[in-house]
């Protein structure tokens, strides 16, 4: 499941230092009509991964906590330096192939995002910068091992959701033969405590 960053904001309370929010939604929550089914505004600070997770022995919960900031994150870093997020596409600053300089470069003669530069052709290869070949293979071959990560994280996520279920079922299958065993009658002599 992919991220969807619709929006950032700022809450000033008094007293408080001020909260940057997130407004976001699963790339699935989009009806056929485009309009968003279902959508989330959580604190920026409450998603970024700790160190350290309790609880967590096979990190499955940590994967699926850095999985959910890798895609918010690059939209973060762009809005907090005032710059605008591109319609479609991977930001060039969440992409760390490229330096500030280069960005700055690259988006001078239109290039913004990392499928842009990977979709350059060699005729629109300018003079931007001397490594521009080198720096549209990377960018290609960060296209082409996008969909493991993404697929990777997904089953991560499956993984821990079908671990939750396992437990869950053999607590029930527990509960389950204890209320057998109880009801279910004795057969031979009774215990000594109760014969007497």
Same mark, same amino acid.
């Given at each position: 499941?992919?991220?969807?960053?619709i929006?950032?904001?700022?809450?000033? #309370?008094?007293? #408080?230092?001020?909260a940057?929010?997130?407004?976001?939604s699963?790339?699935?929550?989009?009806?056929?009509?485009?309009?968003?089914?279902?959508?989330?505004w959580e604190?920026?600070?409450?998603?970024?991964?700790?160190e350290?997770?309790e609880?967590?022995p096979?990190?499955l919960k940590m994967?699926?906590l850095r999985?959910?900031w890798?895609?918010?994150?690059?939209?973060y870093t762009a809005?907090?330096?005032?710059?605008?997020?591109?319609?479609s596409?991977t930001?060039?600053a969440?992409?760390g192939g490229?330096?500030?300089?280069q960005i700055?470069?690259?988006k001078?003669v239109?290039i913004?995002?990392?499928?842009?530069?990977?979709?350059?052709?060699d005729?629109?290869?300018?003079n931007?910068?001397?490594?521009?070949?080198?720096l549209?293979?990377?960018?290609?071959q960060w296209i082409?091992?996008r969909?493991?990560a993404?697929?990777d994280a997904?089953?991560?996520?499956?993984?821990?959701?079908?671990e939750?279920?396992?437990e869950?079922l053999a607590?029930?299958?527990a509960?389950r033969s204890?209320?057998?065993?109880?009801d279910?009658? #004795?057969r031979g002599?009774?215990p000594k405590?109760?014969a007497?």
């Amino acid at each position: 499941m992919g991220i969807r960053v619709i929006e950032f904001k700022t809450e000033y #309370r008094i007293g #408080r230092d001020p909260a940057d929010w997130v407004h976001y939604s699963g790339s699935d929550a989009i009806s056929e009509n485009g309009q968003l089914s279902s959508s989330t505004w959580e604190r920026v600070s409450k998603l970024r991964p700790p160190e350290q997770l309790e609880n967590d022995p096979d990190g499955l919960k940590m994967a699926a906590l850095r999985y959910i900031w890798g895609q918010i994150e690059p939209h973060y870093t762009a809005w907090k330096a005032g710059e605008t997020l591109p319609d479609s596409g991977t930001p060039l600053a969440a992409w760390g192939g490229v330096t500030a300089s280069q960005i700055a470069a690259l988006k001078g003669v239109g290039i913004k995002t990392i499928e842009d530069m990977a979709g350059l052709s060699d005729s629109n290869m300018k003079n931007v910068l001397p490594n521009m070949r080198e720096l549209r293979t990377l960018a290609r071959q960060w296209i082409d091992r996008r969909p493991d990560a993404e697929r990777d994280a997904e089953m991560a996520e499956l993984k821990a959701k079908n671990e939750a279920m396992m437990e869950m079922l053999a607590e029930l299958k527990a509960e389950r033969s204890a209320e057998v065993d109880a009801d279910k009658p #004795r057969r031979g002599r009774p215990p000594k405590a109760e014969a007497a």
